[in-house]
Each structure stands twice: as C-alpha cells, then as structure tokens.
C-alpha cells in the first residue's frame, strides 16, 4: 500500500515510534535515527530480553536503525545526505531542537523541497507552553480529557494507556502526514498531544455551544452517569462491561438476568436518583456467577455486555484469534515473539527491532561513503 514511501524517524520512546510502526506496516521503508549515546530510551525499559525492551521491541519491529551523532557538525552532514532519499521526517524534539542543530524545516527542504516534517510535542510549536516538559497526564488534563474520567466528587482517574501519546500524537501524526503526502509535500506539521486529546472532546463541546452542561465525570451517560454504561464485579472478581444503552437492549438485559418484573429498572434514562437503586439491583444480581458464566449466558440476548479481558487473555478470546490479531515473529536471538498485528496492517514486521545502530554502515555505504571513511566515522564518534 506504501511500499514507495521511505520515512526518516528521528523521535524515541512511544508517540513517533507509533506512528512510524503504522506507517511502516503499510508498506512504508522506515529508518530509525537515534544518537550515538544511551538511544532511544525505551530500548533500555524492563522487561528485556537479549538487552531489548519489550515495548522498545513492539514499536520498532521491522525498521532499520542508523545511530548518528547529530551534535557533531559531520553528523548533521550525514542526514542531510540521507534526507533526499526520503519522503518524510518525523521529529519528536521540543520546539527549536532541530534548528539549534542545523537541521531546521528550510534547510531539510533544501535537500528534498517535497518533504514533509512531522513534529509532534506535548503542545505545539508556539504558544506560551510550547517549550514546557510534559508526559500524558499533563497533556491530558490541559486538554480537558482527564477532568471527565471518574467517580463524580472524587478525583479525576488516570486511563489505563496513555491516550494522549498515541491516540493525541501517533494517530493524528499519521493521518496528517498522508494528507500531506496526498497534496505533495514541501510542508512541516505541527502536532500537539494536548491538541489531539482535546479533539475528543469534540461532541460534548458542540453541546456545550448550543447551551449544554459542560461534562462533568461520573455524572453524564458515558462516563459513569448510568447504570446502564458501567462495569460490574463477578462472583469471581472478574468484571462484565455493560453498554445497554438503548431501550430495546436495556430492556432486553433486564428480561435475560431474570428481572423482567423490576419496576425499577424499566427506564435506562432515568434520572441520577433512580439510577442509584438501577445499579444497585445490577451489581448484586452479576455478583451471584463468575464472569464467563454470564457472558457465555448473555452470549446471545443481543443485550450489548461484554467480558472485561486482561491482557494476557487477549490471544484466546475466539474474536481477536479469528481475526488474526496475534502473530509470531521468529526471532533467532530470543525465540518466538507474540505480537499484536495493527489494524488495516497489509505488511506486518516479521523481522525483528533493530539493534542500535545495526543497519548503520548499510544506509550510509548506500550514499557512496566508502568502508575507510565509515571506520574513521566510528572511532571518531560521529557514527555506531
């Protein structure tokens, strides 16, 4: 689908790497650009194995690395020479990095005028908090997204992934670097984390303009406000999640549990007073079975209720193994490797991450250097 897109990435740890694995299991040519030092950091995360972390491994299987010591002025020289063999730059520095090494949006266009420069940071390439340090819960909570996650009067919760990172940053970067392309390139794109957080917010602020209350957590429909949407504890400590939103399906889950004659429990709108008691005549009859008891016998009442699966349970759910999410790659230093195919992916990595470094001497004697000038570059410290 992308076999003729060769992408150059210069970001580390999760939101850029995302990005380029989507890109690269559509086909795309992706070239790892990491320093000469530590690299990407994620490399280094427990757990490892063979001195690879897990996550730094999910994220990059099937790439190439090259480890380039951009500080160095013969290191900038050498990207420059690679950037017109490539299509896009992706970049996950603070705003102005790129610049201070000489590699700044005008003169990466002098080596390739069609390219397209992705940045993606925590708020964006201006504004007064373009330069502040922040990770996903910063950006979330300025976006709007954390305030509305939580029991109502208590705290805001933390998701349980960061959904800025990849859904805020990689996502948006992706879907904005294929429009880019779409129209010929010779652009930067500002991504801001906080930014494509924020935009999820986007149906409850057009409430809002048309006079709406604002969302407040554990108070509206979706977010914990009715007993109806909610998740439920098992005899088993194993949770359903149950999304009987509609009226057909609410009243078709109440006939299914045997509560058919609770008046209660006739109206999945109703209002936050009954809701209490509607959740409470829920959480005791789910808490009589285990999990799989009940959604084997909630299977088929079309009544929109679902196990809550851990993650190691993933793989045997009987969905995720007809639709082949789950493969293998047969990796000779560490053995098979389970990993989770992307959706829509047409070429997914078979190989595995790359060693820091590794395709180093590949990519550069692709440019003409010869073996003599790669040694020097080595011992010089400009290369590994």
């Known amino acids: 689908m992308l076999q003729s897109l060769h992408v150059l990435d210069l970001s580390r740890l999760l939101p850029g790497p995302f990005c380029t694995l989507i890109l690269s299991e559509l086909g795309a040519e992706v070239v790892k650009v990491e320093d000469t030092g530590i690299g990407d950091y994620l490399r280094h995360f427990p757990p490892q194995k063979e001195g690879l972390g897990g996550a730094f491994y999910a994220l990059n299987r099937g790439k190439r690395s090259v480890a380039i010591n951009l500080k160095h002025p013969e290191g900038r020289d050498l990207l420059l020479r690679m950037v017109p063999g490539f299509d896009v730059?992706?970049?996950?520095?603070r705003p102005g990095v790129l610049q201070r090494l000489g590699l700044g949006f005008e003169v990466l266009r002098q080596a390739r005028p069609d390219l397209v420069l992705c940045s993606i940071t925590g708020y964006g390439q201006d504004g007064p908090l373009a330069g502040r340090a922040g990770h996903d819960i910063d950006y979330l909570a300025l976006s709007g997204v954390l305030a509305s996650g939580g029991a109502a009067g208590g705290p805001p919760a933390l998701p349980g992934v960061q959904i800025a990172d990849v859904a805020g940053g990689a996502l948006w970067a992706t879907i904005r670097i294929l429009a880019a392309l779409h129209a010929g390139g010779g652009v930067q794109l500002d991504v801001s984390m906080t930014e494509g957080a924020m935009a999820f917010l986007l149906p409850w602020l057009g409430d809002m303009a048309f006079g709406g209350a604002p969302l407040r957590r554990g108070q509206a429909t979706l977010n914990g406000g009715a007993a109806c949407y909610d998740s439920y504890r098992c005899a088993d400590d194993g949770y359903l999640a149950v999304g009987a939103l509609e009226p057909k399906f609410f009243s078709a889950l109440v006939q299914a549990l045997g509560l058919g004659t609770d008046g209660a429990l006739n109206n999945p709108m109703a209002a936050p007073g009954e809701q209490a008691e509607q959740r409470r005549r829920l959480a005791q009859v789910f808490a009589t079975q285990d999990r799989d008891a009940w959604a084997r016998q909630l299977a088929g009442a079309d009544v929109c209720v679902e196990p809550v699966l851990q993650m190691e349970q993933l793989a045997d759910h009987p969905q995720h193994r007809e639709r082949g999410m789950f493969y293998t790659i047969d990796d000779p230093q560490r053995?098979?490797?389970?990993?989770?195919?992307?959706?829509?992916?047409?070429?997914?990595?078979?190989?595995?991450?790359p060693r820091q470094g590794e395709h180093t001497d590949t990519v550069l004697a692709a440019l003409g250097i010869e073996a003599a000038e790669l040694v020097r570059l080595r011992q010089a410290g400009i290369i590994r």
Do not use: K, N
């Open 335 to 353: 053995g098979a490797v389970p990993q989770l195919r992307l959706p829509g992916s047409t070429h997914p990595a078979t190989t595995a991450a």
């Open 89 to 93: 730059v992706l970049e996950s520095y």
